[in-house]
């Protein structure tokens, strides 16, 4: 892991971790400690058993005295840890950017076909069926994501949306595929303060079902031009590709993160990762 990065990750552990009161007696290892081991694991792409072996460590980080692999496991799931790794994510995804265009969409995370994973679930994907999770987010112009979900393949974009919109309360403009398009979810955006855009056919506002007015505005929007606008859309297509294209990014899941739980966890430190190095980028800019 670039040791830039991993600076800006250590130091916000240590700072999410004083601002998170800790009412339970003091321990031999840290929750510092255990939610940056973790972290480090993740960064470069290794089973949790390999963050309790000192050879792992080098550079930027070489604790003196690591727990045993069964106190790692232990520790690492307490509410508190639990805790401070969504605390850090937050953090890092703090954005200063006012919200005019945000977007919407989800990124497959497949298995192997043969995988025994129960949570996992077959869903089209790319011209074929495949098995496994999507990543659903919302993210805005500068790369930081608003909200985001992980569901197993084969959940509808639709049904995850209305946590989505909910979370992230867009403001402007909500660009997403025509796998939004539902009344509901125009009328969602817009109590929070956005214009969803979606494609919509060409006959949107026909029949004798009652539909939304959002929606049937949207439909008016396609006719007068909206179109050369709506290409921005690609912007999280670019968004997901960057979250992929660095050592330690997030890339196909691994052989060991298998269960609704563990991939949610390992998805969401990868996030973290990801929005360590857009602060750099900023900084650098």
């Excluded at 509808?156 to 796998?179: F, Q, S, T, Y």
Aim: aromatic share 8%.
């Amino acid at each position: 892991m670039n040791s830039h990065v991993w600076k800006v990750i250590y130091q916000t552990i240590v700072r999410m971790n004083r601002a998170i009161s800790n009412t339970r007696r003091k321990c031999q290892y840290s929750d510092t400690l255990i939610v940056a081991m973790y972290i480090w694991s993740v960064g470069h792409d290794r089973p949790r058993c390999w963050a309790a072996i000192p050879e792992s460590y080098y550079g930027p980080f070489r604790p003196r005295k690591l727990p045993s692999r069964s106190q790692f496991e232990r520790r690492l799931a307490s509410p508190r840890c639990q805790s401070l790794l969504e605390a850090v994510h937050q953090k890092l995804a703090e954005s200063d950017e006012v919200p005019t265009v945000q977007f919407m969409d989800g990124r497959a995370l497949t298995v192997g076909p043969y995988s025994q994973d129960r949570d996992a679930g077959k869903g089209f994907v790319s011209n074929h069926f495949a098995k496994g999770y999507k990543l659903h987010a919302i993210t805005k112009k500068d790369g930081k994501i608003a909200a985001w979900r992980v569901t197993p393949l084969n959940v509808a974009e639709k049904v995850v949306a209305d946590d989505l919109i909910a979370e992230a309360r867009p403001r402007g403009l909500l660009l997403a595929d025509g796998g939004y398009d539902a009344g509901r979810l125009y009328d969602l955006a817009l109590a929070c303060g956005a214009l969803l855009i979606t494609p919509l056919p060409k006959n949107v506002g026909g029949g004798h079902r009652k539909q939304s007015e959002v929606r049937l505005l949207v439909g008016r929007m396609w006719k007068q031009g909206v179109a050369p606008l709506y290409k921005m859309r690609t912007t999280i297509e670019r968004h997901f590709s960057q979250q992929s294209c660095y050592g330690g990014g997030l890339g196909p899941l691994p052989a060991w993160v298998r269960g609704l739980p563990r991939v949610t966890q390992w998805v969401g430190t990868k996030l973290t990762i990801y929005h360590a190095r857009l602060i750099l980028r900023k900084h650098a800019a």
